[in-house]
């Protein structure tokens, strides 16, 4: 199990010195890209994280993988660096997170999630967003998902607050009530 303790400290450290720069948002962009392109090549994984490689090894990967992203802030890549030197690799996928956790906190935006049984156009989710930034006093940056148990209506997640508009669940409800009558 990964110590978030130590994978918040490396993203804290990261948005400080990225802040600095006044890179914080392109180094969010770009941790997230990185975390994103390993997390989904099984191959580039295994050599980053398994402790079979040297750590040569890892550091060329990771010096590859930053020259095929282009153009990225030597702030990520000093920070990719000291994390193949100090045998950290294992937590990027959680500094990437946390990281664009604390920016977006810094930025006051908080993320959310649409469900819906169609696909919503982009002004349907603006709209919804701006509704959501009306309730939660932040603005609010929402992933779309289509869902279609969810039958028609919308559920909107932002942070642990649930706002369901569904139509699954106005038919549960009203299942319900009728069995108590």
């Known amino acids: 199990m990964v110590n978030v303790s130590i994978a918040r400290r490396y993203a804290r450290a990261l948005l400080d010195?990225?802040?600095?720069?006044?890179?914080?948002?392109a180094v969010s962009e770009q941790l997230t890209s990185v975390s994103s392109a390993v997390g989904q090549n099984?191959?580039?994984?295994?050599?980053?994280?398994?402790?079979?490689?040297t750590r040569e090894q890892r550091a060329r990967v990771v010096e590859s993988l930053l020259k095929a992203l282009g153009q990225v802030e030597p702030v990520l890549a000093n920070s990719m660096r000291l994390l193949v030197d100090r045998n950290r690799l294992g937590y990027l996928p959680d500094i990437a997170r946390l990281y664009r956790d604390m920016v977006d906190a810094q930025a006051g935006r908080v993320r959310g999630h649409v469900t819906s049984a169609v696909p919503l156009s982009n002004d349907t989710l603006q709209s919804l967003a701006g509704t959501l930034k009306q309730l939660t006093q932040r603005n609010v940056v929402l992933e779309a998902r289509v869902?279609?148990?969810?039958?028609?209506?919308?559920?909107a997640q932002v942070g642990s607050t649930l706002y369901d508009g569904t139509l699954r669940t106005q038919l549960e409800q009203l299942r319900r009530e009728l069995k108590q009558r």
């Open 147 to 155: 869902d279609p148990s969810v039958l028609g209506g919308v559920a």
């Open 42 to 53: 099984r191959e580039l994984a295994d050599v980053l994280f398994n402790p079979a490689y």
């Open 17 to 25: 010195v990225a802040t600095e720069a006044g890179r914080a948002d």
